[in-house]
């Protein structure tokens, strides 16, 4: 059973653009989520993290957007560009292990 | 340079084999993780150790071991590998067990032929 989910699969923008990640979950008991971007060749690399308390985190051009109470979190990359291209990971945590969605690859265009 | 190191960084070998991975991180981290991430690029946690102790170990077939001597390190052996066990394999490290960011190897790349 997958815990949490990640929508779309895939995703093209054109440079620029804004591009924006799904992610929902099913246990109420999260209450952290951290966003991964990894390259091909290279693990995951934290990107930005939100906490249950609060319903928007800005670092630049990522902007996540949370509403606990649809068990819903987005993830927003503004002008967004080629180097953006990566697959996007939503994770969640309480006292357990982490548990990570299936991702979100991103190809930007130029 | 403090980060996650991985080695090997690929390893092609027959099935029955045995192989090992290990995993240092020179963060000062307590917690450290294996994940598998498959060919859909789902990563799923496999073993977590904080400090040394064990503190999780998810449902894996018994073939697989992880092995840790201090908090630096983690290595996982795999006896008899299998071609489902063909992945790569990540390791990653945490301040704490209850810290939700973690930080990743590059990973090891398993072909089994």
């Known amino acids: 059973q997958q815990q949490v989910r990640q929508s779309p699969q895939s995703l093209t923008v054109w440079e620029g653009e804004t591009a924006i990640l799904n992610c929902s979950y099913e246990?109420?008991?999260?209450?952290?989520f951290p966003w991964y971007q990894q390259f091909p060749g290279e693990g995951p690399a934290l990107l930005i993290s939100?906490?249950?308390?609060?319903d928007k985190k800005e670092d630049g051009r990522f902007t996540i957007f949370f509403n606990k109470r649809e068990k819903k979190l987005s993830l927003h990359i503004t002008d967004s560009q080629p180097g953006d291209s990566a697959t996007y990971f939503c994770?969640?945590?309480?006292?357990?292990?982490?548990?990570f969605g299936a991702g979100t690859k991103l190809t930007v265009k130029p | 340079e403090t980060a996650v190191f991985q080695t090997p960084n690929y390893h092609v070998t027959q099935v029955g084999n045995e192989v090992s991975f290990n995993c240092k991180q020179t963060?000062?981290?307590?917690?450290m993780y294996w994940y598998k991430q498959d060919s859909k690029k789902l990563l799923k946690i496999m073993f977590s150790?904080?400090?040394?102790?064990?503190?999780v170990n998810e449902t894996v077939p018994r073939r697989f071991s992880p092995q840790s001597s201090d908090k630096a390190h983690l290595n996982l052996r795999i006896k008899s590998v299998e071609p489902e066990d063909s992945a790569v394999y990540l390791c990653?490290?945490?301040?704490?067990?209850?810290?939700?960011?973690?930080?990743f190897g590059p990973g090891t790349r398993l072909t089994v032929l």
């Open positions: 990653a490290s945490s301040w704490d067990w209850g810290v939700a960011e973690q930080f």
């Open positions: 246990d109420s008991t999260f209450n952290y």
């Open positions: 939100i906490s249950s308390v609060s």
């Open positions: 994770a969640a945590r309480n006292n357990n292990a982490p548990r």
């Open positions: 963060l000062g981290h307590d917690t």
């Open positions: 150790y904080n400090n040394k102790q064990l503190i």
